[in-house]
């Protein structure tokens, strides 16, 4: 049996271009011993990917050349050596951009097209929905009546923040990319407010008029000059949560912005960053739990962006760097 597989051909100059992934066909063998037969149904793609392209020291180890791309998937089990999964389970694990593989059972979690589509694993009921979760509550600590501010407001990650701050209580004001997104943001995710970054000269003046009592909390996704002008507009003891810079990535040099020490000195603010793969993986399961209560409940909805084909993972993947993505983007390999 073969399969089409996709590897890093070189590492990218500043935004990924086609050109620097290839396909590859290869044999697949039978499963061992607690192993399983894949077949790949939905491919998550992810910012994060950037930084694993580079060849540098970071929370996880970088991609190598001639190597396969790995991310989130679910997949279908087709045979199974494995005790505890049968042919035509669901699953969930980070796997090889490949349309079949071999993975270990315990590597795998199983999950439930019965209590929500499958595509929502990867995405609210998945890593995105609880990089939202943990990000906003435990480092946020957002309160009733405070301010919640969060760039890349139309996004998996962010269309889950604001809603799970109006959840607590909060008024939430989303940045975006176009005026279609922040229609979306408003009438979907239920933000207060939201700032067109792109048709927007004054990101300062803007925060300050959409946050007229100042910003508590800023969830960032994205670095830069919205990150700059948010700490302009921060409240005393406010908390600033750094999961992404995407504004950032593709930047071949290191980037010097406003010195930010004054700020959080006199106004005690708090900065932090996370990985929730790696500062929260023995929460997954409580922060799955509430995420799927709120869902069933109709307090949180979320958005996808899908796009079909195994050959068009590495453009889906360059596509989240223009800002083609509502929600979620996902590429659907096979039927389900």
Partial sequence: ????????????????????????????????????????????????????MRDEES???PFQIGKPITSA?????????????????????????????????ENLQKVDSNQAKLSAYLGILGMTGLTAYFGLTDIGQPKEGETVLVSGAAGSVGSA???????????????????EKIKLIKEKFNYDEG?????TE????????????????????????????????I????????????????????VTGPRVE??????????QGFTVRNDYKENFAEGTKQLAKWLQEGKLKYEETVREGFENIPQAFIDLFSGENKGKMVVKVADE
């Fill in 262 to 271: 004054g700020i959080l000195i006199k106004k005690s603010v708090k900065m």
């Fill in 1 to 52: 049996m073969k399969t089409q597989s996709i590897l890093l051909k070189e590492r990218p100059k500043k935004t990924p271009q086609t050109s620097n992934f290839e396909f590859k066909e290869e044999e697949v063998k039978s499963p061992k011993e607690n192993e399983v037969l894949l077949k790949t149904i939905y491919v998550s793609v992810d910012p994060y990917l950037r930084g694993r």
């Fill in 161 to 179: 923040v604001g809603q799970i701050a109006k959840i607590y209580g909060c008024k939430t004001i989303g940045i975006a990319g176009s005026d």
């Fill in 235 to 254: 409240n005393r003891n406010g908390r600033v949560i750094n999961c992404g810079a995407i504004s950032q990535y593709n930047k071949e040099e290191t």
């Fill in 195 to 199: 700032i067109n970054y792109k048709t």
């Fill in 202 to 233: 004054n990101m300062k003046e803007a925060i300050s008029k959409a946050a007229s009592n100042g910003v508590d909390v800023y969830f960032d996704n994205v670095g830069g000059k919205i990150l700059d002008a948010t700490l302009q507009n």
């Fill in 59 to 61: 929370y996880i180890e």
């Fill in 73 to 105: 998937i679910i997949a279908k089990v087709e045979k199974s050596e494995c005790e505890n999964l049968k042919e035509g389970d669901y699953v969930l694990g980070h796997l090889a951009w490949k349309e079949y593989q071999i993975a270990k059972g």
